[in-house]
Each structure stands twice: as structure tokens, then as C-alpha cells.
């Protein structure tokens, strides 16, 4: 199962190289490339598979709150589908500490009629927009070691 868009590649790769205040030239050698590679990747004129996207985005340490930020409109929209609402980030995104190898936290608050399918097919939705694993947690029966994480969440 592939984890990125590749169609979205030039998008992604700009997004990623942009957060990480890096240039082409330093991105490409940071991934193994040669700078004018990467630059007809970054502007849709070479394709990019898979394994190549994520070479060059584990390279640039791509975070999973940028897709996030990016497609948050979405996502809430995707949440409504399943009843779930009142989305909230916490951990390592929400602190600003995430990393490539990071997954998004999310709080939820479910509907009577929401059930755990729901949210299983909720996550898989946004791990696949995202690329990163997803947790997301009910709110309405949030376990003691993460009640801290519950008051410090912030909305999506």
C-alpha cells in the first residue's frame, strides 16, 4: 500500500521542503539526487514513485501537521460523515514536535448512533489523505493517562 499521493508529489515535496527551510539543491542531496531531478519532480514534470516520494520526503522530515493544517477543512468534513465532531490535536503535532516517523493524535466527539466502525473507517480516510497513522480517541470515555492530553487539545 503506498502512503503518499504520488499524484500530489510537486504539492507535497513543495510543502515538505518549504517547512524544513531547505533549498532544492540541499533537499536533493539530503535524498541522494541530483538538484535539477528534484526540481522537475517538485514542478510535476518527472513522475515520482512511491518509494521515491518517500525517500525525498523522509529526507526533508516531512511532519504530519502539515498535511494536517492543509487538509483540515476536509478532514472535519469526513469526521461529519461518521458523527463524529468537536475534533481536537494532541501530542507531538499539537507541540510542534512531530516528525516523519509521527502520527497525528486526535480527540473526537462521537454521536450516540457512531459506533467503532465509524471511527475505524474515519481513520483510514485520513491516514490515507495524510499519509501518517492516525489515532483517534472518543472523548467520552478518555482514559486516565490521557486526561491532560484531553484539557490541552486544541481544535483542528
Same mark, same amino acid.
Given at each position: 500500500?503506498?502512503?503518499?499521493?504520488?499524484?500530489?508529489?510537486?504539492?507535497? &515535496?513543495?510543502?515538505?521542503?518549504?517547512?524544513?527551510?531547505?533549498?532544492?539543491? =540541499?533537499?536533493? $542531496? =539530503?535524498?541522494?539526487?541530483?538538484?535539477?531531478?528534484?526540481?522537475?519532480?517538485?514542478?510535476?514534470?518527472?513522475? +515520482?514513485?512511491?518509494?521515491?516520494?518517500?525517500?525525498?520526503?523522509? *529526507?526533508?522530515?516531512? =511532519?504530519?501537521? &502539515?498535511?494536517? *493544517?492543509?487538509?483540515?477543512? $476536509? &478532514?472535519? #468534513?469526513?469526521?461529519?460523515?461518521?458523527?463524529?465532531?468537536?475534533? =481536537?490535536?494532541?501530542?507531538?503535532?499539537?507541540?510542534?514536535?512531530?516528525?516523519?516517523?509521527?502520527?497525528?493524535?486526535?480527540? +473526537?466527539?462521537? #454521536?450516540?448512533?457512531?459506533?467503532?466502525?465509524?471511527?475505524?473507517?474515519?481513520?483510514?480516510?485520513?491516514? #490515507?489523505?495524510?499519509?501518517?497513522?492516525?489515532?483517534? +480517541? #472518543?472523548?467520552?470515555?478518555?482514559?486516565?493517562?490521557?486526561?491532560? *492530553?484531553?484539557?490541552? *487539545?486544541?481544535?483542528?
Amino acid at each position: 500500500m503506498r502512503r503518499f499521493d504520488t499524484g500530489a508529489a510537486p504539492q507535497i &515535496i513543495r510543502a515538505a521542503r518549504r517547512d524544513a527551510g531547505l533549498t532544492q539543491a =540541499r533537499l536533493a $542531496e =539530503r535524498a541522494g539526487l541530483r538538484q535539477p531531478s528534484l526540481a522537475q519532480m517538485e514542478s510535476g514534470k518527472r513522475p +515520482v514513485s512511491d518509494e521515491m516520494l518517500e525517500r525525498i520526503l523522509r *529526507a526533508a522530515d516531512y =511532519r504530519p501537521s &502539515i498535511p494536517l *493544517a492543509t487538509h483540515a477543512d $476536509e &478532514i472535519i #468534513a469526513r469526521a461529519r460523515v461518521y458523527g463524529l465532531s468537536n475534533l =481536537r490535536v494532541f501530542g507531538s503535532a499539537l507541540r510542534g514536535e512531530d516528525t516523519y516517523d509521527s502520527d497525528i493524535d486526535l480527540f +473526537v466527539t462521537p #454521536a450516540p448512533s457512531t459506533d467503532l466502525f465509524d471511527l475505524a473507517r474515519f481513520v483510514a480516510e485520513v491516514e #490515507a489523505l495524510t499519509g501518517f497513522p492516525v489515532e483517534a +480517541v #472518543a472523548d467520552t470515555n478518555v482514559p486516565e493517562v490521557l486526561k491532560d *492530553a484531553l484539557r490541552e *487539545a486544541v481544535p483542528l
